[in-house]
């Protein structure tokens, strides 16, 4: 789990030591990919950080992130998490207007399902998920 702010401290104190992709998971955002396999060894406690925000390059594929100002961010909008952001994502956003709560079609976080959300999901349609 990440902070509000996007850090967090990840262990993995049973993955054999090896090379491993990072990847980024949210409810209704397009799943990213570090942009290489990164480094681990079993049994160690060193930490490395690694900043998606820093650029387009920080992740795997072509425009798999998109920029804000000066940080690069995840796509939202993909609410059924199928790997597109498509017209089901917008069909379950517009059926899902006026509704409050911790909802995957509440794409900017303020708990209410609305315009705005489907304003994220319009902006970024087809949008796709990249893995390696």
Do not use: M
């Not at 925000?53 to 995840?74: H, I, M, R």
């Not at 069909?91 to 708990?111: A, E, K, P, Q, V």
């Amino acid at each position: 789990f990440l902070s509000g702010t996007g850090t967090g401290l990840l262990l993995f104190r049973t993955a054999a030591s090896g090379s491993y992709y990072l990847v980024v998971r949210h409810r209704n955002h397009l799943e990213v990919w570090s942009a290489a396999p990164l480094p681990l060894v079993k049994g160690t406690t060193s930490l490395s950080a690694y900043d998606f925000t820093t650029g387009s390059g920080t992740a795997f594929g072509a425009g798999a992130l998109k920029q804000a100002g000066s940080s690069y961010v995840v796509w939202g909008g993909d609410v059924n998490q199928d790997g597109v952001i498509d017209f089901l994502d917008r069909n379950l956003t517009s059926n899902n207007r006026t509704l409050s709560g911790y909802l995957s079609t509440d794409c900017n976080g303020d708990l209410v399902t609305d315009s705005n959300d489907y304003t994220i999901v319009l902006g970024n349609r087809l949008k796709i998920r990249q893995r390696p």
